[in-house]
T-cell receptor
Framework: AQSVSQHNHHVILSEAASLELGCNYSYGGTVNLFWYVQYPGQHLQLLLK??????LVKGIKGFEAEFIKSKFSFNLRKPSVQWSDTAEYFC???????????FGGGTRLMVKP | DSGVTQTPKHLITATGQRVTLRCSPRSGDLSVYWYQQSLDQGLQFLIQ???????AKGNILERFSAQQFPDLHSELNLSSLELGDSALYFCASSANPSGRSYNEQFFGPGTRLTVL
């Protein structure tokens, strides 16, 4: 069975700081990888996704993620965070055998103005 | 707005009761997924329907059931409710369930269930 680990449960940053959120997954086969964001009181929104090709993926709102197959990782990065990035971030995986998503435990990011 | 609607937004009920959560997928999407988000279990996949038929099952309790109707809306039925069933229940939809190429899932706003 596949699983996803997000090691940072809570992150507090000041505006303009750089962000990196860790995500590791366990699954032996081919996977598709995602980062979702959940702003307070809102639904989950897709930030970016990786299927194949260039392991550096660019998403919305200046976010990017790098797939490192040898490390089973898909870390999310943003060079300079804004107060409006305050949200909970979820890493997710699905394999090519099915369309269900397996989510990590989430990371709550607070950006101080 | 993702185009996925869920009703009701909030539901408060008592232990032992039964409730029904409703989801309307985005126009044209054939697949519906249900997820549960709770403090102790995180976000977990419950069940998937595609064009009226069950496609995949996750960590769904036997007290829970779902169905997808001909108009493609879906209902999640939760019965014999327990305190631990209190959670946010999300519905998502996608165009089709193909395993060969991912079809993005669009999430609804969720139904917050509180069992007292």
């Amino acid at each position: 069975a596949q699983s996803v680990s997000q090691h940072n449960h809570h992150v507090i940053l000041s505006e303009a700081a750089s962000l990196e959120l860790g995500c590791n997954y366990s699954y032996g086969g081919t996977v598709n990888l995602f980062w979702y964001v959940q702003y307070p009181g809102q639904h989950l929104q897709l930030l970016l996704k990786y299927f194949s090709g260039d392991p550096l993926v660019k998403g919305i709102k200046g976010f990017e993620a790098e797939f490192i197959k040898s490390k089973f990782s898909f870390n999310l990065r943003k060079p300079s965070v804004q107060w409006s990035d305050t949200a909970e971030y979820f890493c997710a995986v699905n394999n090519n055998a099915g369309n269900m998503l397996t989510f990590g435990g989430g990371t709550r990011l607070m950006v101080k103005p | 707005d993702s185009g996925v609607t869920q009703t009701p937004k909030h539901l408060i009920t008592a232990t032992g009761q039964r409730v029904t959560l409703r989801c309307s997928p985005r126009s044209g999407d054939l697949s519906v997924y249900w997820y549960q988000q709770s403090l102790d279990q995180g976000l977990q996949f419950l069940i998937q329907y595609y064009n009226g038929e069950e496609r995949a099952k996750g960590n769904i309790l036997e007290r829970f059931s779902a169905q997808q109707f001909p108009d493609l809306h879906s209902e999640l039925n939760l019965s014999s409710l327990e305190l631990g069933d209190s959670a946010l229940y999300f519905c998502a939809s996608s165009a089709n369930p193909s395993g060969r190429s991912y079809n993005e899932q669009f999430f609804g706003p969720g139904t917050r269930l509180t069992v007292l």
